[in-house]
């Protein structure tokens, strides 16, 4: 292995390719100082019973193989900004529970968003994506909170099936499980 140049081949030796971390000569030519701690001052050039960390005497230092590659003779490419995604029904939502300290004010919250969004609205955007569903039921402190919620958001969540999965996942107790997935099922009946 030839170690006068980087695996990448952008760099060579310096003139002096070894330069000493510290200004003192106190470690042997092996390349190694002993410490009991990385973020102590004194390291030692041997080991003993409580040198806990280990470093490198040496730094090799390294100077760039061709320099004009270094400067660029036209200006960097411009990215273009991504453009603003709308914002999802979910994180509508999540925005909206952020400033909530109570579980109580958050499932009125939540009541309020399911009233907006009614019925009519059975087209695209209606639907709470995974990741929504996860930091909204998550924002709850209490487990009859998050049931509470997760039950409101049956409409919004049945039919994204990793939406679904991630609500049963999020609750705790599986009686709260088996009573989302029969408010599930007859969301689903009623619906047919």
Known sequence: MNLDVDPDGTSSPAHHPLKP??????SPQTGWQYSFSHSSQSWSSRPSLTTYAR???WI??????????????????????PSPKLETAGADL??????????????EVVVGWVGERGDEQEGEGRSV??????????????E??????????VPS??????????????LKFWSDRVKFRDDVRSFKEGKS
């Not at 390294?62 to 900004?81: A, F, G, N």
């Not at 994506?129 to 209490?142: M, Q, Y």
């Not at 009859?144 to 958001?153: F, G, I, Q």
């Open 55 to 57: 470093r490198r005497r």
């Open 21 to 26: 971390v510290t200004p003192t000569n106190s």
């Open 94 to 107: 999540v925005r909206r529970l952020q400033g909530r300290t109570m579980d109580k004010e958050r499932v």
């Open 157 to 170: 969540v049945v039919g994204d099936v990793r939406a679904v999965q991630a609500v049963e996942r999020s």
């Open 144 to 153: 009859c909170y998050k049931l509470r919620a997760a039950s409101l958001l």
């Open 129 to 142: 994506g995974r990741d929504e569903v996860t930091k909204i039921l998550n924002a709850f402190d209490h």
């Open 60 to 81: 090799r230092m390294r100077k760039p193989i061709d320099t004009s590659l270094s400067t660029p003779t036209s200006p960097p490419p411009q990215w273009s900004s």
